[in-house]
């Protein structure tokens, strides 16, 4: 099965600040690549999908890149409505698999 | 707007069963796939299994394979799990998730339920 890292697995920045998440699948995955923002007590949201497409409604502050093993999701200037523990999800066949979380917080 | 919502979930011994219930509205139900996915307390998330249109192919992660059983009734609009043989460690939040499109296994998701609570504990 193909295995999602991300790094970090937590990290903590200032209203402003530009972002970056980074996504590595244990093999490649072509652009079959989501992700999701769960905010503290609420059900996951999708962000972006097919590795770099902003879901419909979406803050443009947020982008993703990538294809293949490696993969980013930028956040260009922080808002404290952020504040939430980001997936990746890759979707090229079964098994779905997930990263395990990064936990974004405002310094 | 589209609406998920769980049914079903509870306390339940290990070794017994349980079958949770989605109830889907506000879309095409039988046009895309569905999911099940779960969150432990404090955990991430697990793809638990997934569903073609047209109640097409299926698939489950290794963790519940020959155990949970995934089914759909697109006349009712409703997502089925059956969960046999249950364990402590299915103990999680058990989401009902709509697919962007019709394969469970090509598309991302982009719809959630709030969830069910399954526990498994004696």
């Known amino acids: 099965d193909i295995q999602m890292t991300q790094s970090p697995s937590s990290l903590s920045a200032s209203v402003g600040d530009r972002v970056t998440i980074t996504c590595r699948a244990s093999?490649?995955?072509?652009?079959?690549l989501a992700w999701y923002q769960q905010k503290p007590g609420k059900v996951p949201k999708l962000l972006i999908y097919a590795a770099s497409t902003l879901q419909s409604g979406v803050p443009s502050r947020f982008s993703g890149s990538g294809s293949g093993t490696d993969f980013t999701l930028t956040i260009s200037s922080l808002q404290p409505e952020d504040v939430a523990t980001y997936y990746c999800q890759k979707y090229n066949g079964a098994p779905i698999t997930f990263g395990q979380g990064t936990r974004l917080e405002i310094k | 707007e589209v609406q998920l919502v769980e049914s079903g979930g509870g306390l339940a011994q290990p070794g017994r069963s349980l079958r949770l219930s989605c109830a889907a509205s506000?879309?095409?139900?039988?046009?895309?796939?569905m999911h099940w996915a779960r969150q432990a307390p404090g955990k991430g998330l697990e793809w638990v299994s997934g569903i073609n249109w047209k109640s097409g192919s299926v698939g489950y992660a290794d963790s519940v394979q020959g155990r949970f059983t995934i089914s759909r009734d697109d006349a009712k609009n409703s997502l089925y799990l059956q969960m046999n043989s249950l364990r402590p460690e299915d103990t999680a939040l058990y989401y009902c998730?709509?697919?962007?499109?019709?394969?469970?296994?090509?598309?991302?998701?982009?719809?959630w339920g709030q969830g069910t609570l399954v526990t498994v504990s004696s």
């Open positions: 998730v709509k697919g962007r499109g019709y394969s469970y296994a090509y598309d991302p998701w982009d719809y």
């Open positions: 093999q490649g995955v072509a652009s079959s």
């Open positions: 506000g879309f095409s139900f039988d046009d895309y796939a």
